[in-house]
């Protein structure tokens, strides 16, 4: 995995970007599976060597998709996460999932998701996804957007991944989410190796700061970040952008442009900037970032290896769009995945 930033993880590894495979799973519009391919491909050869999915993504169709993708790839070579809580079933004869059953996804196979945080569930929803992966093994499961079940994860499901780990089926277990408060709970009370916290850990929000992060340094839990981009506010900050999958408020796509404003007056993209924000915490070991395209794939990297000034994050402090009391990550560029530094917009 490339280099994108300079604080240290629980493991003493540096901040790295791998890839979040939602898109795979035909989010918000189809792909083609050449495309798919690309992108998978394209990640390896640039270093992005942890991939992300979920049984959730397209009912299966990210991790079918990204199971071919990975067919003649040695399994040593990259490392993989997928998620449990969500068991599919096939549709039956005739019956079709209702439109919000889809969840943003679309094209997608005929099946439907079930919560199952059962023992048998759990277990049945892991050894289908490795089916679908076409792989023997996953290095971490997390149990996935489990803050509405919190009593059947703390009866059964949470006992089920552990018992996993502790007969050396996959390594590390947690949980995935986008509710930092229910992780930092989770993560004091149980056995918890690693979280995946989506979108509360970002430029436009830093909810994690206060609850999460905490519990993770103390207890020598690894955090990866996901919706770095909140949905694709950070990426693009216009009116009708997303952010947390639904179109942004006003008010938010104007704070985001003043973000892009004072980033720009350094010369940085608030792409760059996004990417290397959650680096500065050093209980955060790496994030994971989607892409419609290679050529996504290769503007992230590129971008993860950005020249950033140190004055430039002390400008967002002194505008009043990031606090006083954050942590803020290293100046400087960081090395990109074959070892060169980024300098700017023509770098690679």
């Known amino acids: ?4 930033g300079t604080g240290d993880g629980p493991d003493g590894g540096a901040y790295t970007l791998g890839l979040g495979c939602a898109q795979l799973g ?7 599976e050449e495309t798919a391919h690309a992108i998978v491909h394209t990640a390896l050869e640039l270093g992005c060597r942890h991939l992300d999915t979920a049984p959730h993504y397209g009912v299966g169709l990210s991790e079918e998709r990204l ?7 040695p399994r040593e070579t990259y490392t ?3 998620k449990v809580g969500r068991r599919l079933r096939s549709l039956a004869p005739g019956e079709r999932a209702g439109s919000e059953e889809s969840e943003g996804f679309v094209d997608t196979p005929p099946r439907a998701r079930v919560w199952d945080f059962s023992r048998d569930g759990v277990h049945r929803t892991l050894e289908a996804s490795l089916e679908r992966l076409r792989t023997d093994h996953v290095d971490t499961v997390y149990l996935h957007d489990v803050e509405n079940h919190l009593r059947e994860v703390y009866e059964t499901g949470f006992p089920a991944l552990a018992e996993l780990r502790a007969q050396g089926v996959v390594r590390h277990i947690g949980f995935g989410m986008n509710y930092s408060d229910v992780l930092a709970r989770l993560t004091a009370e149980l056995d918890v190796d690693s979280v995946l916290c989506a979108g509360r850990w970002t430029l436009l929000d830093r909810t994690a700061h206060d609850d999460l992060l905490p519990v993770c340094a103390r ?5 990866v970040v996901g919706g770095i981009y909140n949905s694709g506010l950070l990426a693009d900050p216009r009116p009708g952008a997303r952010y947390d999958y639904r179109p942004a408020p006003d008010t938010l796509v104007q704070r985001a442009q003043r973000l892009q404003e004072v980033c720009a007056r350094h010369g940085v993209p608030l792409r760059a900037a996004a990417l290397r924000f959650p680096s500065g915490h050093p209980s955060v070991a790496s994030a994971v970032v989607g892409a ?7 503007d992230n990297v590129r971008l993860s290896a950005y020249d ?18 954050l942590p803020l990550p290293t100046p400087g560029p960081a090395p990109g995945p074959d070892g060169a530094d980024g300098k700017g917009p023509d770098a690679r």
């Open 292 to 298: 419609c395209s290679a050529e996504e794939v290769r």
């Open 1 to 4: 995995m490339p280099v994108t």
């Open 80 to 82: 993989l996460s997928t």
């Open 67 to 73: 199971g071919r993708a990975l067919a003649g790839v």
């Open 26 to 32: 035909n989010l918000h519009a189809p792909m083609s």
């Open 219 to 223: 207890r020598g839990t690894r955090v």
């Open 308 to 325: 950033i000034p140190g004055a430039m994050w002390h400008d967002l402090v002194a505008e009043g769009l990031l606090d006083a009391d």
